[in-house]
């Protein structure tokens, strides 16, 4: 007996179990069964479409080859008139096609249009080498030249992707990170006990509660670390704070207080979770008195 499943359709983006190669899985896990690879799969499709479409000319490609057209055009109405008159007069053909024809067709030949072209193109080129703007080719100046704006992705080519934290805010104090930095080097007595122990407390949270890794690209870099964005700015804060407050590094202090459980944030409860076992409760946060485990909450105010 042969048993055979058909697909209810027969179109991959219809199915609701399907991920795609390249896709980021930011929450949960599971098992996942390859049905394609290579040329077979939907980003191989897009990639031979994209493959298979000509190459259009410019704009200056199109203009020049109408102008070259058009000058044809008219150099072999001109030898034919010259042609028909000369046999008209009694004028020998061959003299007539050699002295008429053949040298008016050569005349309008412009023999100057290609130097002229690529010595204007270069001195556009240089002026916009000096504005910062590299061009490949010069047949896409014309192109280039013609735009009024020019809309870049921002990620990387006008910023580094790089998040830092500004300002901090906790029991009613706001702080620059300067400043932050400077409480955590001291006790600020003046402050009161109550304004330290919440410092300390937000400084436990921000290194804890955090999905930052730390990869290694070779086997001979560093590791550095790796995660989102937002993730990666509050690292690197509260690790220079942990640093400044308890004189050892953020990823001693996580393994000190190993993390038990995690939900991570996602952007419909707008809250990340965690527990941790804290054997090195140095920062004197709050915990479960008999299992010394420690729930830290970090999302979205409302």
Same mark, same amino acid.
């Given at each position: 007996?042969?048993?055979?499943?058909?697909?209810?359709?027969?179109?991959?983006?219809?199915?609701?179990?399907?991920?795609?190669?390249?896709?980021?899985?930011?929450?949960?896990?599971?098992?996942?069964?390859?049905?394609?690879?290579?040329?077979?799969?939907?980003?191989?499709?897009?990639?031979?479409?994209?493959?298979?479409?000509?190459?259009?000319?410019?704009?200056?490609?199109?203009?020049?080859?109408?102008?070259?057209?058009?000058?044809?055009?008219?150099?072999?109405?001109?030898?034919?008139?010259?042609?028909?008159?000369?046999?008209?007069?009694?004028?020998?053909?061959?003299?007539?096609?050699?002295?008429?024809?053949? #040298?008016?067709?050569?005349?309008?030949?412009?023999?100057?249009?290609?130097?002229?072209?690529?010595?204007?193109?270069?001195?556009?080129?240089?002026?916009?080498?000096?504005?910062?703007?590299?061009?490949?080719?010069?047949?896409?100046?014309?192109?280039?030249?013609?735009?009024?704006?020019?809309?870049?992705?921002? #990620?990387?080519?006008?910023?580094?992707?790089?998040?830092?934290?500004?300002?901090?805010?906790?029991?009613?104090?706001?702080?620059?990170?300067?400043?932050?930095?400077?409480?955590?080097?001291?006790?600020?007595?003046?402050?009161?006990? *109550?304004?330290?122990?919440?410092?300390?407390?937000?400084?436990?949270?921000?290194?804890?509660?955090?999905?930052?890794?730390?990869?290694?690209?070779?086997?001979?870099?560093?590791? *550095?670390?790796?995660?989102?964005?937002?993730?990666?700015?509050?690292?690197?804060?509260?690790?220079?704070?942990?640093?400044?407050?308890?004189?050892?590094?953020?990823?001693?202090?996580?393994?000190?207080?190993?993390?038990?459980?995690?939900?991570?944030?996602?952007?419909?409860?707008?809250?990340?979770?965690?527990?941790?076992?804290?054997?090195?409760?140095?920062?004197?946060?709050?915990?479960?008195?008999?299992?010394?485990?420690?729930?830290?909450?970090?999302?979205?105010?409302?």
């Amino acid at each position: 007996v042969t048993v055979r499943t058909i697909a209810a359709d027969p179109n991959a983006l219809e199915a609701k179990n399907l991920i795609f190669n390249g896709a980021l899985v930011v929450e949960g896990s599971c098992l996942a069964l390859v049905i394609r690879t290579g040329d077979a799969t939907l980003i191989g499709t897009m990639v031979s479409l994209t493959t298979d479409v000509g190459k259009s000319s410019s704009t200056l490609k199109a203009d020049i080859q109408y102008f070259v057209t058009m000058l044809a055009v008219v150099a072999l109405c001109q030898a034919a008139v010259v042609f028909l008159v000369g046999i008209l007069r009694g004028l020998s053909p061959l003299d007539v096609f050699v002295n008429g024809f053949v #040298t008016i067709m050569i005349g309008n030949v412009p023999q100057g249009l290609p130097t002229t072209l690529t010595a204007c193109l270069t001195i556009v080129a240089e002026r916009m080498g000096e504005r910062n703007v590299f061009v490949k080719k010069l047949d896409v100046i014309e192109t280039l030249g013609s735009c009024t704006l020019i809309c870049t992705d921002k #990620t990387g080519t006008l910023t580094k992707n790089l998040m830092t934290v500004a300002h901090t805010w906790w029991h009613g104090c706001k702080l620059s990170g300067d400043d932050f930095f400077e409480w955590c080097k001291t006790e600020h007595n003046q402050a009161g006990p *109550t304004y330290l122990s919440h410092l300390l407390t937000l400084m436990s949270a921000g290194a804890l509660n955090s999905r930052v890794l730390l990869e290694q690209k070779t086997a001979d870099s560093e590791p *550095t670390p790796s995660g989102d964005a937002s993730e990666l700015g509050l690292y690197r804060f509260f690790s220079q704070t942990v640093t400044y407050r308890l004189n050892q590094d953020i990823e001693t202090y996580r393994r000190n207080n190993a993390k038990l459980f995690e939900i991570p944030f996602n952007s419909e409860v707008k809250w990340q979770l965690s527990i941790h076992r804290m054997l090195d409760n140095s920062l004197n946060i709050n915990v479960n008195e008999s299992s010394q485990d420690a729930l830290i909450l970090k999302g979205a105010p409302d």
